[in-house]
């Protein structure tokens, strides 16, 4: 695939960031494209290497390795490197609702698998996708594609993130009449309001949006499934319901002073400064400010890394971030963590980058666990509590964070910001279907199956298999769209 001899004659060369004194006073996209040449001569260095893993989406020791949503990788960087652009959209296209996103937001699976990541940096698939989807747009390549028939069936999709939204866009080509239900007032979930702007340029999420609308989904936002309008009248009145709401309840840390002013989800502070932003520029002052204060974010994840972003643009005073977690090793582990798992080595994002460009250090502090958080007299925040801890066996084979005596340590703060992961969906849609679920709070369905146990509901993303990767949800939409429609039609024409 590629040029034969491409690997040994490039380097590895990604989109390059802007630097980080100039992004962090805007709320533009951190990356920038390559320039075309550079771009074809990344697509010559995917090898003729027999069989690729990278579009083999499988979990190995609990993390992805290869393209979950199995993208036709090999044939599009070859289309790349032959200047044949617009058949690499179409095969891009053919496994892929959003390539937008993915080629922005996704840590790229893909690329822990590449065989060429053996023993040389591997392809920039990631980038390569980007790059291949940004050309469509500006070309005038991507239009809405609505069917040719329709059928009689109606179908409710609950949930407008990556499942919800993939899932409604593949049904509605297969003819049927979709409405999908959003109760934010846009559409797009957690790739709308839960992924800052300087990643993911709501504009380009919007786009896309706008053409699943053109192609005929019907969008109800502000509509809270359970709420605005009954589960049970959505059931009565469609064919069959999709309950794709995701991992939206948060994991909380209840420690003394937790209900002070100034203790937040991180979704509270992302959600509504992205809002506010789209809103007004943020001249409407309805989202929580870290202007000029102390910031400590809990969690060292994705999420943590956007509230780290974020707080610089607001001009903290200081942002840190802690993690309970042991720090990462520098480079892989090549006998621990051989190829093609994901790497499990420390890894800088765009947060951590611009934080040590205006700090002079990292924000990180891992292996740190909570104790306290201590208000004033006002009840406000004022310091955070904070205890090393090393792990230990659990006695179940597990480990255990265990405190060590004497390190305790007092932290002045403003705002602190619970980033630290989600533990399923919200229960009223559940409740009011009487869907059953699994140990761990989701919706219990099979995947690759995704029939709950009420006959016509269906379960897919993140409510289904737990918080995950945006390429998993994908996943989940196009699998379910596709039982969907052999369950209203005996059988299926989606891929």
Not at 93 to 98: A, I, P, V
Not at 223 to 249: H, M, R, W
Request: charged share 25%; hydrophobic share 35%; with cysteine.
């Amino acid at each position: 695939m590629g040029k034969p001899t491409g690997f040994l004659e490039y380097v590895r060369s990604t989109n390059p960031m802007r630097p980080e004194e100039e992004r962090v006073k805007d709320w533009d996209e951190v990356y920038v494209l390559r320039d075309e040449q550079t771009c074809q001569e990344q697509g010559a260095r995917c090898m003729d290497c027999g069989v690729p893993f990278c579009h083999r989406g499988e979990l190995m020791q609990g993390g992805a390795s290869g393209c979950p949503i199995n993208n036709l990788i090999p044939e599009w960087n070859d289309l790349i490197y032959r200047n044949r652009w617009r058949e690499a959209l179409d095969r891009l296209h053919h496994t892929n609702n959003f390539p937008e996103v993915t080629g922005r937001v996704c840590p790229a699976p893909c690329e822990a698998g590449c065989v060429l990541g053996i023993n040389e940096p591997s392809v920039t698939i990631h980038d390569n996708e980007r790059t291949i989807i940004d050309k469509g747009f500006e070309n005038g390549w991507v239009v809405p594609e609505p069917p040719e028939v329709r059928t009689d069936k109606k179908v409710a999709v609950v949930g407008s993130g990556p499942a919800g939204l993939s899932c409604a866009q593949q049904l509605n080509r297969a003819g049927h009449n979709v409405t999908l239900f959003e109760r934010s007032d846009r559409i797009g979930g957690l790739m709308m309001y839960g992924i800052p702007n300087m990643k993911l340029d709501k504009g380009v999420m919007q786009r896309r949006i706008d053409i699943i609308e053109k192609e005929g989904v019907v969008y109800k936002t502000s509509t809270e499934v359970g709420k605005d309008i009954s589960a049970a009248e959505l059931k009565n009145e469609f064919d069959a319901v999709i309950l794709t709401t995701g991992a939206t309840k948060p994991r909380d840390l209840p420690v003394e002073g937790r209900g002070l002013k100034g203790v937040y989800f991180a979704m509270e502070f992302l959600h509504a400064n992205t809002k506010s932003l789209l809103d007004s520029n943020l001249e409407d002052g309805k989202f929580i400010s870290a202007k000029d204060k102390k910031v400590i974010v809990i969690g060292g994840g994705d999420t943590g890394t956007d509230c780290v972003g974020t707080s610089l643009r607001h001009r903290c005073e200081s942002v840190a971030q802690l993690e309970i977690m042991p720090k990462p090793e520098t480079d892989r582990n090549r006998v621990s963590n051989p190829w093609p798992q994901w790497p499990a080595n420390l890894k800088t994002d765009y947060g951590q980058q611009e934080a040590i460009a205006l700090q002079g250090t990292d924000p990180r502090t891992f292996s740190v666990m909570t104790t306290k958080f201590e208000g004033n007299e006002a009840g406000e925040l004022a310091a955070i509590h904070t205890v090393e801890v090393e792990w230990v066996d659990n006695g179940n084979g597990g480990k255990m964070p265990k405190a060590v005596e004497g390190t305790e340590k007092r932290t002045e703060a403003d705002l602190v910001l619970l980033a630290m992961g989600f533990l399923g969906p919200e229960d009223p849609v559940a409740e009011q279907l009487g869907v059953e679920r699994d140990a761990r709070s989701n919706y219990k369905a099979e995947h690759e199956v995704y029939t709950t146990n009420v006959d016509g509901v269906f379960a897919a993303g993140d409510s289904r298999r737990g918080q995950s990767l945006v390429v998993w949800a994908i996943n989940e939409g196009r699998g379910c769209a596709r039982e969907v429609d052999k369950y209203l039609m005996g059988d299926t024409v989606l891929p």
